[in-house]
């Protein structure tokens, strides 16, 4: 497979460059990873150069006490601040914990070891701490270095963190041993204290609030299942069947979550309580915004057992978005899948086109296409080499 890329972000960085205040994990997942995916595969030196000039324009971000990072920072002026929401102040662990591959990227292309070791400032604070049942709370406060509140989620504010620490273990060729333990020590935490099984015999992973669950599921949880069967090879005590197993189980929970909507596309959240198994049941959890991570989930399954199952449930998801969230422009999300002729929310999110469509894409291509033994997604889909293919260019 021959990849064409043609260099087009030669100008400046444009508004990146003016009083702007941007969001340091989506600059970095979305156009920093962009560029170095770009540079790999193509081996134009401008997209090198312009990863490196971002991710330093990223750096004061981890000005803080901790050296865990801001979500928020300006780039004028290099001040950083946290969401106003978050947890007193916090840092969202899906957020500092979503840097990992493309700064370790950045400081082998650059030359400069500053951005590994922001990650490895990441890696102290974390180890440091103790964790509540084993996981790992989604509020971190980067001036204390202490937890805020004791929410647990592997979805939304959660998700990426973990899928990082296992990539970030694959991409090293397997010598980072820090990784891979922190990874399947909170692989085994989940399996204990969130993943559940309902009275149909539905796996999902609920989410925990200071100590009570809640029987919820959400889509981007969903991204689990790919997640595990990556992993699956390399589980300690020769479990690797049972992580492929348990991969299959959440693949099998988040269809039944499509299969059992009118559209066939799934709502954002769904429960497990009153009776209720893969369904959700409020209105503000019903719309699907075009997410990838279910056919992620597939794509991964395929590629690990190649059972047909995995393609044909793409394939029904493929028919759906077809039927209904194509529009004149383009697709757009849904407000409610349940609805029989659902309502257009009028917009076309970027990760569809850069996971949604790209998973689809390598869900039906032959395995020499971005063969998973010699390259590895970052969390917006954008493919990096790993191992011995570190370097190629």
Known sequence: ??????????????????????????VNIRFVGGLLSAYYLSGEEVFRVKAVELGEKLLPAFNTPTGIPWALLNIKSGLGRNWPWASGGSSILAEFGTLHLEFMHLSRLSGNPVFAEKMQSIRKVLNRLDKPQGLYPNYLNPNSGQWGQHHVSIGGLGDSFYEYLLKAWLMSD??????KKMYYDAVQAIETHLIRKSNGGLKYIAEWKGGLLEH???????????????????????NTGHHMELAAEIARTCHESYDRTATKLGPEAFRFDG??????????????????????????????????????????????LEKFCKVDAGFSG???????????????????????????????????????????????????????????F
């Open 1 to 26: 497979m021959v990849f064409k890329i043609e260099p087009c972000f030669c100008s400046g960085l444009g508004g990146m460059g003016e009083n702007t205040e941007i969001s340091v994990f989506e």
């Open 174 to 179: 397997k010598t980072d041993e820090e990784a």
């Open 216 to 238: 919820k599921m959400g889509h981007l949880t969903c991204f689990t299942g790919g997640m595990f069967a990556l992993g699956a090879d390399s589980a300690p005590n020769e």
């Open 275 to 320: 009776g209720v198994e893969a369904i959700a049941t409020r209105q503000n959890e019903k719309y699907y915004i075009l997410r990838p991570e279910v056919i992620e989930t597939y794509m991964y399954l395929w590629r690990f057992t190649h059972d047909p199952k995995y393609r044909e449930w793409g394939w029904e998801a493929v028919q759906a």
């Open 334 to 392: 849904i407000k409610d899948v349940y609805a029989t002729q659902p309502v257009y929310d009028d917009v076309q999110q970027s990760f569809f086109l850069a996971e949604t469509l790209k998973y689809l894409y390598v869900l039906f291509s032959e395995d020499d296409l971005l063969p998973m033994d010699q390259w590895i997604f970052n969390t917006e889909a954008h493919p990096f080499p790993k191992g011995r293919c570190f370097g190629d």
